[in-house]
Structure formats: C-alpha cells, structure tokens
C-alpha cells in the first residue's frame, strides 16, 4: 500500500443544530488523484475547510496527519505553508490585475522592500508553462474564459510549491473542451508529485480520473474505492451516494386530483450576458392545477436560474421562448408582472433575497401585496395587523408578535414568514426554491404540510429541491434538469434516487 | 406602581426614538444655563427655527436617499444654483412669486431625475453622480451670476418667505405682548393632536391590538400637549411662526405621512433594507430611485428659495457645505447608512441638534475653530450611541 499523504481520523464538525460531518475518516495516498463524491450538502465542502484551516483546528474533532506529521492550521496560510492548496469553484482572483500580479498575489517576489516584477514575470512565465496555458504573462485576467482562469489559479498555487492540490468543482463552469484540458493537466501534475483531490459531480469524470473514491453522504464516510480493484462505477457510486431511506417525514395526500394545465413554458433558452454563457436550453415543462412539480437536479444545474427567468426576469438574462398561464401567452418583463399573472417565487435564498430582515413580520408578509390592504395608496395598518396575525396562526409562524423584526426569528419561521408573503398574494402557481434548506425536521414537516393544504385547495406548486428525498416524498411528476436543460421527466410513481442521480449528473 | 413600571418599560422600549429629543433637551438646557437665559429666549428660538429651516427640508430629502443606501452631494449647490434662477425670474424677468417658486420646484425635481439618470439606469455609484452634479451647479451658480455678482432681491412677498412671520388677528387688544394667531394655531395643533390619538387607539381596540395603558396614553397626551403649548408661548413672544417654520411644518408633515403610512413610503423602505427582495417582491426599484431623487430636487430647490429669501439676495456662494449639514443632521437623527431605517422627523431633530449648537456656542462667543470640533464630536457620539441602542436594541 502507498504511503498516505494525508490522513483525516474521527472528523466531527457541528454547527448549531447540525452535525455536518460525524467521525469522519478520510485517507489520500500520495501521488493520486483522489475524488471526494456525494449530494449536496453531504459534507465534501465542509470536510475540505476543515482541511485548509478554513474552520481553524478547535472548532472541530478529530486529528489531520499530513505527510504523517500532526496539523493544526488555524488559517489558509497555515495549510498553505504546509503545501496544500484549495482551490474553489468560485476562483479567488482579483479581475482587474493581471496574470502574473495574481499568481504571485500575497506572496510576492521581494527585492528589498520592492517588489521584483522582472523575475515575478519569469517565475509566472515558469508556471504558466507547467499548466500549459500560453498566455501572456501581462494579460489581465478577466480578458481570460473561465478554463483559462481556473489554469491561472492552479498555477498560483503550484508557484506556492504545492503538495496537495484541492479543486472544489473544477469543471462544474467549464466546457467539454476545458474540462478535458483540465484533467489531463491533473494527470500531468500527477507524474511531476503533485496528488490531487478533487471534487466533482460528474461522475463521468470521475470514473475517468480518479485512483480512489470516497463517497461521503450525510456527513458520513460511506465508502472508499479502489479504481484499479475496478471498484469504481457509476451504479456503485450512486447507490453509495443515495442510499437513504425515505422515512415518513412526509405527510400523505388524502386525494390527488389534477385540473387543467396552469402554467406551461415551451423552449425557454436563456443566455447569461455577464458570464458569457448560455445558461438554459429549449426547457419545456408544466404544472397542472392541484400539482405539486418537483424539480431536481444538482447545484448549479440552472433550477434558479429557470425559476428566476420565468419570474419577471429580474437578473436581465437574455430570453427566448413562451410562457403560457391558463393557456393564455403572457410576456413578464419584471416581477410585477409575474406576480399579477398568479405566478409567486419563494426564493432559496431568504436571507439574501427574500426577506428584508430589519423590518417586522408584518411588513414582510404583506410587501408583495401593499395595494390589498391600502386604501388610495394609504396603508391601513390597523388591517395589516390582523393579516399577519391570520398567517401567524395559520402557518404557525412562532414569534411573540408581528411587529417582531424578522432577522430575530429561527430559520424555520423565517421561511415561514416567506411562504405567508407570497400567500398573500394568491397566486395560481406558487415556485418554491429550497423550500426547506437550513431548517429542522419539526419546520420542513410543517412546511410540506401547508403545502399539501395549499395543492388541496387547487393551487400548484413547482418544488425545486437539491434534496431527492424531498422531490420523491412530496411531487406528483419530477423534471431532471442538468446543464441548463430538462434531461427527464419521470411520473413520480416510476422515479427512484438512482434514475433521477443518473440524468442529473449526466 | 405598575405605573412607573409601564413608564420604564415604555422609555426602554423606546430609547433610540426618544434618545435625541433627550439629546435636544440636555442641550438647550446647558446653553440656557451658560447664557443665562438668552438661548431660551424667544427671540433666539425664533432666529434658531428660522436658520435651521433651509438645512431642515435639504435632511428631510436626505434621509430618504441615504434610507435607499444612496448619497446625493449636489444638493447645497443645486440649492444655491436655483436660489439664483429665483432670482434672475424675479428681478430680471420680473415674473410673480406664486409662478417663480413652482417653477424652481419643477426645475429641482428635473435636476434630480438627471442625478438619478445614472445611477438607476446605468448602476454608477450615486456618490460620483452627485459629485459631478456638486461640480456642474457650482459652475452654473457662478456661470449666472457673471455679469451680475450678488443680485439683490426686492420683492416683499419673496422675502417673507425667510423673513416674516404670520399675520395676527387685527384690533384684538388682550395679551398684548403675544402673537394670538400663534396661539390659537398652537391650541388646534393641541386638539386636532389629542383626537387622533383617541381616534386611533379607538381603532386598535376595535381589532382587540394591544395598546397604551390608560395611565400611560394619558400621559403621552399630557407630555405632548405641554410641550406643543411650550413651544407655541415662546413663538407668540416673539412675533409668532414665522413662515419658514410653516414651510417646514407642512413639508415635515407630508413626508412623514408619505415614509409611514402609504404604499410608496413601505417601498422605499424595503428597497433599502433589501433592494433584491424589494424587487423580487414586485417593487419597481428604478422608480424608487427617480422619485427619491426627484424629490431630494424639489426640496433642494425649495431650500434654495428660503435661503436666497433670508439673505434678500442670490450670492455666489450660497449652497456651500449645505449637502455636508443636511448628511450630518440626518446621521445624527438616527438615519442608518446600511439602508432602510430612518425617520424624517428623526433628522429634523438632528438638524436642530446641529444648529442648537452653533446658535448656543455663538451666544457663548465660542470660537468658531471650537465650534466644529464640538459638532463633529457631536455627529460620531450620536452616531456610536445609535449604534450601540440599535445592536443591544428591541
């Protein structure tokens, strides 16, 4: 057996209310490509934090051996000097400076207490030619595509004299073409005694690449797998993947009755002008009266973005297809638009985009829809009063009172408070985003209550959710987005976790 | 006992709102003390309300644009600026007051909407729009003013505007030495203020909400009629309101009627404590920024007129530094440069703060090197005590 570079025993990080990784054990050997595979939010970003010193060593369990010496880095630049780097999807370089200004950002070439740009642009030049990018030196960065950026930030890092490359989703923004480039590199580094772990979601890519997998799910070691036993296949690592029970955390249905077609878009493309890249491709989909939708995929697949581009268009995609609600054809140039046309979006991202945190419960809920509790533009706030409070018990929102400021409210509430907002619009088709990203169990199965309350009352809901236990417990019909397109749909009754992680990382 | 108890619990609950008017207080206490009474006097209050006005409407402006995480700096020239066109319509043009003051408004809401141009259409920072705008109207004060330096304005109805005061009944020969219209005004303002209070209390009981205890709601009428009725006697004593008090009163009642009770007040507010759900709610936030803008215009404008009407001129450097009091009266009425809180009667407060202290350290014949020492001190406790009161804060 190969000595283990890198040895993570017992691993166990908690945050409040959640255990994200518990015992976990983790070992490269040197000089491999290792691949680290699981859901969302099985715990792969977390435990590599844990690696680079991101969360400081006493914030978690458990011991890190590194070249078989004990570690404890408290920040990046202790990994760093050990000789681990990490490189995440969302690439730290700054866009405005150039190539070599960035390679040798935070670790620059000194003469005295000047920098030395003549041998910084040798060094750079040195570098970039390991990476094989045949760029000049003094380009700026953000003259590069996305491939070539990625090749600029490994090349930062081996100009550190790296041990260990870590790439968190690497090839998630990249083309066939680039992604291609970059694991061949990888293979590359490998022959000059670079080891590598890499994250990724395409198993195809995995298969290709990897020495050894492991596969960690619900922030636990689930398996490691020996490439050259022929350990490594597709089947094998989604069945590792998914392989949890669905429990009853779902509440049933008494009757399902499905009406007539409420909102249907037809080859919907869309085209992101700030990352250059088209983000959606002839997506067609509806939803039914009395239906709840489900719509899976991995993250970054395009589900918010088709969600957001149906909404009103907020983020100014460029767009070309139909949208249909109650078969009539509607154009939604702004939110507003959507929102009169009975469509409502819950978004994944409350905090951020939803809510407005330093106002009350009642002015949250009822801000999508002033004019229904106005009277000549003039607020009447004796009435908003008694809407939230309506909300307040029939969501059980727990909060002393609605005049209670929103950011002081748990998780699970807060989502509440966004489900009531958009409520109280009466829309015909309610778009939920991550319906219960970050809450506890006793809130998602309030929340997948209301929402069998509200399809039993003829509503439609479309549910985009990273959770397949979720799509799989609460949808009527399940669409498998990735890459920007509709790779299937499946009547719930024949959906499972493997079908559906099969097209989703297809 | 559980009288005192509510009080406290209302004065805690309460501290950031009523911290400034403590703040106001203490400080028209300690000149009153060191002046000997001559800060307090009426003709001193009088002068005080006259000169914070102009400031007063530029806050008023102020708070919402700094409410929507905004910045406007061209506002002390664009004042000064349409203080001139002012003017020129009146002197040179020899057009009436009633046309000459809507048509600087007017003027005031366009050179807003082009601040905003910019800012919502193209995403510039509106620090650099109004940096721009803050050169260009300090060019266009002097590029009018060229051939004419200081021009000097002789209409009487224009120079009320900063300078007189509200008619009195004539042949009423009781209370001599007291303006009776002031007081009449006082005792509705008293009246019309207890009803409605009453009324909406009567209001919330309908919904079964939760309101004041007896004890307290007596009290709050009683603490407001006083003051009100303090503030009216020390206004009679010395020719009465003046109009600028009036102007700022109307201006301060719409606006704050505007940000608390309508649709486009919540608006505002929501976009500035979160312009993405703001917009995803609907919100239509390019319009938001336009008629923020548009009115931090008018308002200026309307700044302009009562400063031009106080000197009884148009000089060439009127404007100066009022964009930098207008931000310093908001930030220390409790405006949160974060975004969306903020209250318009809040930077009133502020503005009369600020311009207690350089009528109080006048009257003490300060040092004007001290005085902006003092102020700025001032500006950066008041805002560290909100900070504080808002992180500890509900």
Known sequence: MDTPILEMKDITKEFPGVKALSNVSFRVAENEIHCLVGENGAGKSTLMKVLSGVYPHGSYTGEILFNGVPQKFSSIRDSEKAGIAIIYQELALVAEMTVYENIFLGNEVKKGLRIDWNETIKRAGDVLKKVRLNVNPATRVKDLGVGKQQLVEIAKALSKDVKLLILDEPTAALNEDDSENLLNLLRELKQQGVTSILISHKLKEVIEIADTVTVLRDGKTISTLDAKKGEVSESILIKNMVGREINNIYPKREKKEFGEIVLEVRNWNAYNPVLGRTILRGVNFNVRRGEIVGIAGLMGSGRTELALSIFGNPIGYQIQGEIFVKNSRKHFGHPSDAIHSGVAYVTEDRKGNGLVLIQDVKQNITLANLREISNRMVVDENLEVKVANEYKSSLNIKTPTVEQIVVKLSGGNQQKVSVAKWLFVKPDVLILDEPTRGIDVGAKFEIYTIMNRLVSQGMSIIMISSELTEILGMSDRVYIVSAGRIAGELPIEEATQEKIMQMATN | ?394
Not at chain 2, 106 to 113: D, K, P, S, T, Y
Not at chain 2, 191 to 212: D, H, P, Q, W
């Open chain 2, 1 to 394: 006992m559980s009288f005192i108890r509510d009080l406290q619990k209302v004065l805690r609950q309460n501290i950031r709102e009523y911290g400034m008017f403590i703040a106001l207080f203490l400080i028209m206490a300690i000149f009153t003390a060191t002046t000997k009474g001559i800060f307090i006097s009426p003709r001193n209050i009088s002068n005080l309300l006259n000169q914070t006005g102009y400031i007063a409407v530029l806050a008023v402006g102020m708070t919402l644009v700094i409410v929507i995480r905004h910045i406007d700096l061209s506002v002390g020239f664009l004042a000064g600026f349409l203080g001139a066109i002012a003017a020129i319509a009146l002197v040179s043009w020899h057009l009436p007051v009633f046309i000459v003051i809507p048509l600087v408004m007017g003027l005031g809401v366009i050179a807003g909407c082009i601040t905003a141009f910019p800012v919502a259409q193209l995403g510039i920072p509106s620090f650099v729009a109004s940096l721009a705008g803050w050169l260009i109207y300090r060019g266009a004060i002097l590029l009018v003013t060229l051939k004419t330096g200081t021009i000097i304005i002789s209409d009487k109805a224009f120079n009320a505007i900063g300078n007189g005061y509200i008619p009195d009944f004539p042949g009423l020969n009781f209370l001599p030495e007291l303006h009776k219209l002031t007081l009449l005004l006082g005792l509705v303002a008293i009246v019309l203020f207890i009803l409605n209070e009453i009324n909406s209390r009567k209001n919330k009981m309908a919904y079964n909400f939760e309101v004041l205890s007896p004890g307290m709601f007596a009290l709050k009428l009683i603490f407001m009629s006083v003051l009100v009725a303090l503030i009216t006697w020390v206004l009679a004593g010395y020719n009465g309101l003046s109009w600028t008090v009036v102007i700022v009163l109307l201006v301060v009642g719409i606006y704050h009627f505007v940000t608390t009770q309508t649709v486009l007040g919540r608006h505002i507010y929501a976009m500035g404590g979160n312009p993405e759900a703001a917009q995803l709610s609907g919100i239509n936030v390019k319009r938001i920024i336009y008629v923020v803008f548009g009115s931090m215009g008018m308002l200026s404008a309307l700044s302009g007129v009562l400063f031009a009407s106080r000197l009884q001129s148009a000089t060439t450097t009127a404007g100066t530094l009022f964009e930098l009091d207008a931000i310093a009266a908001a930030y220390v009425g409790g405006v949160s440069a974060a975004g969306g809180i903020g209250k318009v009667t809040g930077s009133i407060i502020g503005a009369l703060v600020m311009l207690s202290l350089t009528s109080g350290m006048n009257l003490m014949t300060i040092d004007i090197s001290l005085q902006y020492i003092v102020r700025g001190a001032v500006l950066v406790a008041a805002v560290i005590f909100d900070v504080a009161t808002r992180t500890s804060g509900k």
